[in-house]
């Protein structure tokens, strides 16, 4: 509240922040300050620009029941990885920028160790640097095709570390997805390695602390879901779209300019990530509101809205109701059409919202009544005539 009280909101800015689930029995009778102490200890998921994920009670991102880094490394990924892929050979493609959360306990030999693959095609390279938290270099060097990678990380003497990966290298699109969302390496395992196996890696380009093991064979992608990127899917137009409609902060004129969500006759399954483009594309950039900025969303009744765990039961329940939404693919396209001719697509027409209806102002005045200052016709109209019913 003190940052939207600041004073320094701007007009040509779209906000937006990550959804954080909390368990549904929130104490009604608590406090303001008790309900929120409840809802940092009662954490199901969080809703990401990257995607959704289920989290620790710590708060850290949990790892998939199936994924790279095995529960007891004490190894988290954090923003900027993808879900898991393939649920046999497990991998998780990564941004140009991603973060490893590395718990305090669980530092093994203190050398990372990852299967890296770059690109797409056979030959592809990426250039990795690895900063600690404060920004600090602690290991760089180049993978080509498909290699391990020893890092060698400074003493943490007991606590945590953030550590961010910086990746330069061929972008990955996965195909039918929102433009932007770029993806330059993956990753099939992220352990921890003895000190003998760094001690027999090679070398990387001019750095100690990265080295490269035996290279590994290049597992086949799956072309029909991925194509290399173009220089039309840059990193600014991938927006923040993950349940977007319960935090969408932006000026009332801009609002009022683009005539709010689409007002179609269907279930309102992504009109909110539609009219985020329209934003986008309307000169409203996107700012996403970080720590210690939080919204909190109180976890849906199975199937009454969505879920990662409720998808297919909220599905059923539209289909038995015979309620159209508008699907993914479509919300993609018009994604597209509004990036490359740079104006969003506006809906609406002049009436929208209710605009073309009367509504009349009733205030509640003695007895019941309405007060004087409202017109005599709207009076007449708001009070129930006698031996009617109401």
Request: net charge neutral; glycine share 10%.
């Amino acid at each position: 509240m003190r940052f939207l009280a600041s004073g320094g909101l701007a007009s040509h800015r779209m906000y937006r922040i990550d959804r954080r689930d909390v368990m549904p029995d929130v104490p009604l009778d608590a406090s303001l300050d008790e309900q929120l102490a409840f809802c940092r200890s009662h954490l199901l998921r969080i809703h990401t620009r990257d995607g959704s994920c289920a989290l620790e009670p710590d708060g850290q991102r949990a790892l998939e029941a199936i994924d790279v880094a095995v529960p007891d490394s004490g190894i988290r990924f954090g923003p900027g990885w993808f879900t898991v892929s393939d649920r046999v050979v497990p991998y998780r493609w990564a941004s140009p920028r991603s973060e490893l959360i590395l718990t305090a306990s669980d530092q093994g030999s203190g050398v990372l160790v990852m299967d890296v693959e770059a690109g797409l095609r056979r030959g592809a390279s990426v250039r990795l640097r690895v900063r600690d938290s404060v920004g600090r270099s602690v290991a760089k060097g180049v993978v080509t095709d498909r290699e391990l990678v020893y890092i060698k990380l400074p003493t943490a003497r007991g606590r945590s570390q953030v550590l961010s990966i910086e990746a330069e290298g061929e972008g990955v699109q996965f195909a039918g997805d929102l433009p932007g969302r770029i993806a330059v390496f993956r990753i099939f395992r992220c352990g921890w390695a003895s000190s003998l196996e760094y001690d027999n890696a090679g070398y990387g380009e001019g750095c100690a602390n990265f080295r490269t093991g035996i290279r590994g064979s290049r597992r086949p992608p799956l072309w029909s879901f991925l194509r290399s990127a173009s220089p039309a899917d840059g990193p600014c137009t991938h927006l923040h779209t993950n349940a977007c409609g319960d935090f969408t902060l932006l000026a009332r004129q801009k609002w009022f300019d683009l005539r709010g969500y689409p007002e179609f006759e269907l279930f309102s399954f992504h009109l909110d990530s539609v009219f985020c483009y329209a934003a986008h594309n309307s000169g409203a950039r996107e700012v996403i509101l970080k720590e210690p900025m939080r919204i909190y969303h109180i976890e849906h009744e199975v199937g009454s809205g969505w879920t990662p765990e409720g998808h297919e039961k909220l599905f059923q329940r539209l289909a038995a109701l015979r309620l159209e939404s508008l699907d993914y693919p479509t919300v993609v396209e018009w994604a597209r059409q509004m990036l490359r001719f740079r104006k969003p697509m506006i809906f609406n027409g002049e009436g929208w919202g209710l605009a073309e209806l009367a509504l009349p102002e009733v205030q509640a005045g003695v007895d019941g009544l309405p007060s004087a200052d409202v017109p005599l016709a709207e009076r007449s109209e708001s009070r129930t005539a006698p031996g009617g019913s109401g």
